[in-house]
Nanobody, 118 residues
């Protein structure tokens, strides 16, 4: 599975961005997909994930109420709608996928930079 993230950019605090992650290859084998982020000098942190089959979602506390993860199975695309952005949301955002039968995120996209100015 190959993942291609896009949609990052520069936005003012309080603004919105929508990230996309296009999956190609053995997409029929996807179990779960998620978004992670990593700020300069900090560890990578979980943002949200979605069950590719059922659509059930789970969010980190920092994302609850502001971010919405969704997927379009027909387009093999994962989304992250980010609203009410804060400067502390500035990070490189990565999409990742857990294949069927696996427990860990085996596939990772290249990341897309989100910068939120105050």
């Amino acid at each position: 599975v190959q993942l291609q993230a896009s949609g990052g950019g520069l936005v003012q605090a309080g603004g919105s961005l929508r990230l996309s992650c296009a999956a190609s290859g053995r997409t029929f084998s996807l179990n779960r997909m998620g978004w992670f982020r990593q700020a300069p000098g900090k560890e990578r942190q979980f943002v949200a994930h979605i069950n590719w089959i059922t659509g059930s979602t789970y969010y980190a506390d920092s994302a609850k109420g502001r971010f919405i993860i969704s997927r379009d199975s027909a387009k093999n695309t994962l989304y992250l709608q980010m609203n009410s952005l804060k400067p502390e949301d500035t990070s490189i955002y990565y999409c990742a996928a857990v294949p069927t039968g696996a427990l860990l995120y085996d596939y990772w996209g290249q990341g897309t930079l989100v910068t939120v100015s105050s």
